[in-house]
């Protein structure tokens, strides 16, 4: 009798494009859009608010490669999970997942899609403030149809990532352009004495770091799905004879 067990495996169908907007898409969320002021606010100035956000980005980018390099050498799907699995055991491993599950992305999903709701119900309330039921409302459609798309089919839930990516890179490429324009004007007083009542505290640096990480997660989301991509352990960019 034939004992061998099939196992079960994805379907490789996330390509490059697919790749860059899975981060891109996710990196770019509601935090870009709420996180400045927090970090400003919190910091006291505008000098060490760019600080903030150069070093948030620099731990990023670090972080980036060593997931990079995990990748290409665990090509299994799972992320931190997978990883602690193949190295610190299965209840290391267990404990993370189901942090992670019941508390980290629940409340992280929760916190983006009420932002989103925010804003999608901001311009019918131009006066005042908009029902909180309302947008509890619209967040909990928004997660519900996102989930949906994500279980229907890749290549869709792709092409949908691809196309709010794309939205939202027009949307900061607005704002960018609008500021240098500012910029451009002469309007550069906030970059005098830019440092002034700049907050030393252990508590303002700690809030504003968290602000600004929280803006960038989702740099590591690829490696949830190594599985499902087209050779993972290559560059997907074209390549000579």
Known sequence: MDTKTEKLSLKRQVGLK?????IGGTMIG???FMSPQTVLHTIGSPGASLLVWASCG?????ASFCYAE???VIRESGGEYIYILRTSGPVVAFMLIFSSVLFVRPAGVAGI???FAQYVVAPFYPDCAPPVALVKCVAAVAIVTL???NCLNVRFAMSVQVFFMVAKVLALAVIIVGGLVMLARGNTENFQDSFVNTNLGVNSIGIAFYQGLWSYDGWNNLNYVTEELKRPEVSNRPRGP
């Open 70 to 72: 995990l990748g290409t």
């Open 30 to 32: 509601s935090g870009i």
């Open 18 to 22: 697919g790749a860059v907007s899975l």
């Open 147 to 149: 989930a949906t798309v």
């Open 113 to 115: 899609s009420l932002s």
């Open 58 to 62: 620099l731990l990023v980018i670090m």
